[in-house]
């Protein structure tokens, strides 16, 4: 069964760094882009930071400078470095990846379960 599994969470002081990690695990032919999502309540999932296979990488204007975005192909990983915290980078913060389950297959995207980020003092 493939599945994303989060980790690293919590709650941090404005100004504090946390880093998220994000593990696929299953049968998995090959990952294509990976992308950190966040949802605050009463607002829409927005992308946070996205990654190619080859590293190319994005941010949402919120975040440049302050987050970095890192995968390890081996060991398909990927990893959100998050410095100088802010209370509105409070949220629900999800992993998801294209995956490709099998040579010559579809891609599809597969979630995380979410990991709450709380920035407060």
């Known amino acids: 069964q493939v599945q994303l599994a989060e980790s690293g969470g919590g709650l941090v002081q404005p100004g504090g760094s946390l880093r998220l990690s994000c593990a696929a695990s299953?049968?998995?032919?090959?990952?294509?882009?990976m992308g950190w999502y966040r949802q605050a309540p009463g607002k829409q999932r927005e992308l946070v930071a996205a990654?190619?296979?080859?590293?190319?990488?994005n941010y949402v204007d919120s975040v440049k400078g302050r987050f970095t975005i890192s995968r390890d192909n081996a060991k398909n990983t990927v990893a959100l470095q998050m410095n100088s915290l802010k209370p509105e980078d409070t949220a629900v913060y999800y992993c998801k990846a294209g995956l490709i389950l099998v040579l010559g297959g579809l891609e599809y995207d597969y979630w995380g379960q979410g990991t709450q980020v709380t920035v407060s003092s």
């Open positions: 990654i190619t296979r080859g590293g190319s990488t």
């Open positions: 299953g049968s998995i032919f090959r990952i294509n882009r």
